[in-house]
């Protein structure tokens, strides 16, 4: 049995090796340390899908696709606006899933509709979170431009201004940090949905729903509630102390794969160090801090921070707001969840585990009214 499927080698895969040990990151053969800050997501999302990086027409040609399918189905749009004080992670997966409706063809599984579907999603994923945003806010959606790539068109949908340079640059590299990484829970969820021949959109559905929770995505917002709580670096020592006595589990750090710590975070660390204003730097500090006293008690365990200790200070310095935070991960990370469900299409088997069954036999059923 295993437990977690903790070791279980579900499937042969191109897409990305993620060397728990070294602490490198491979997307199809690159590492993600010679990508960030080079490459792009669009680009990135050609070579996941393709396992080959673009000449420039075909990039050119992908971007192209994306910026002209960001604009919403207007019952997409009515059903973001209507739920717009709902949980972002619950209107992303109920937006994911809306999106069939307007599709004639929801159902093509071919490689060419996997790729069109996909974009088609990938391309509105944001246009979803930065609507959600501003109706929120009270504030009019900003309609999406063509003329500004993937990462910064996203930032200037949320804040109604094209982003400098510099912050459409760190948004890029989140997306790219965050697009992929192996076999983790929610991208397994994808794979199981397409492994039964579901449409794209029920893969991706899935995939935003597992991606959720706190042990996956959602650490990005409790780290943000830890930050708050220890509210100071000074403060550290002793919150990291009581949670290690209570047994707690500190968010941002542990990982079932790494056993050094998280490659990404020297990138997004990078980018606050550069971009911070005070407020930022305070949770930056903090979360060192805390960083600190972890791997000073329980490095030796194997226990190190991973990338969610950083992004969420990241995305403030990008203004995004924290209940926002898991949603942008899953504007990222589509990438590799439809890298997979492409992947796992080419050469289809149904994923169908066993469970070891622990309960009693032959147990004699009595009518509600005998019991
Ligand atoms: N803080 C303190 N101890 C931790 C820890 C953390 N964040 N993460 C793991 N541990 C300890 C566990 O208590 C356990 O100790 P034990 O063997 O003495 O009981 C041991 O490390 C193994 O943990 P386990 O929960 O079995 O590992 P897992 O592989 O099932 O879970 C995570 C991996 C990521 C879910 C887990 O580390 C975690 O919950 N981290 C916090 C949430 C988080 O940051 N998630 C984002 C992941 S990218």
């Not at 717009?84 to 063809?105: E, I, K, N, Q």
């Not at 898991?326 to 796992?344: I, L, P």
């Not at 169908?352 to 032959?362: A, D, F, I, L, M």
Request: proline share 4%; aromatic share 8%.
């Amino acid at each position: 049995m295993h437990k977690g499927l903790e070791g279980v080698v579900v499937d042969e895969s191109r897409i990305c090796e993620v060397d728990g040990e070294s602490g490198d990151i491979w997307y199809a053969g690159y590492n993600v340390d010679d990508l960030v800050g080079r490459s792009s997501y669009e680009e990135l999302l050609y070579l996941l899908w393709n396992d080959q990086l673009p000449m420039e027409d075909e990039l050119n040609e992908l971007e192209e696709d994306l910026s002209t399918s960001r604009e919403l189905p207007s019952d997409v749009e009515a059903l973001v606006d209507s739920q717009a004080d709902a949980g972002p992670m619950d209107v992303m997966r109920t937006a994911v899933s809306a999106l069939a409706a307007s599709d004639d063809d929801a159902n093509d599984i071919s490689r060419e509709g996997l790729v069109e579907k996909s974009t088609g999603v990938i391309a509105k994923m944001p246009t979803v979170l930065a609507r959600q945003h501003r109706r929120r806010e009270g504030l009019e959606p900003v309609a999406p431009r063509e003329d500004l790539g993937h990462a910064a068109n996203f930032l200037y949908m949320l804040h109604g201004e094209e982003p400098t340079e510099r912050e459409a640059r760190a948004m890029d590299d989140t997306l790219i940090l965050y697009a992929e990484h192996g076999m983790n829970a929610s991208t397994f969820s994808s794979v199981v949905t397409a492994s039964t021949e579901a449409n794209v959109y029920s893969s991706l559905t899935s995939a935003v729903g597992t991606l959720q929770g706190p042990l996956h995505g959602g650490a990005t917002e409790t780290v943000v509630e830890m930050l708050e709580e220890v509210g100071s670096a000074d403060r550290a020592e002793s919150w990291v102390e009581e949670k290690i006595d209570n047994r707690e589990k500190i968010p941002g750090f542990g990982h079932r794969v790494y056993e050094v710590p998280d490659p990404r975070c020297r990138h997004f660390a990078a980018h606050i160090d550069e971009l911070a204003d005070d407020e930022a730097r305070t949770w930056y500090d903090t979360a060192n801090a805390v960083r600190e006293e972890v791997e000073a008690r329980l490095g030796e365990k194997g226990i190190y921070p991973n990338t969610d200790l950083y992004s969420g200070t990241l995305y403030r310095v990008l203004e995004v707001p924290p209940a926002f935070y898991t949603a942008v991960f899953a504007v990222s990370r589509v990438a590799g969840w439809s890298a997979h469900v492409m992947e796992q299409l080419e050469d289809n088997r149904i994923m169908r585990p066993r469970v070891k069954y622990v309960g009693e036999k032959n147990r004699e059923y009595v009518a509600v009214d005998e019991r």
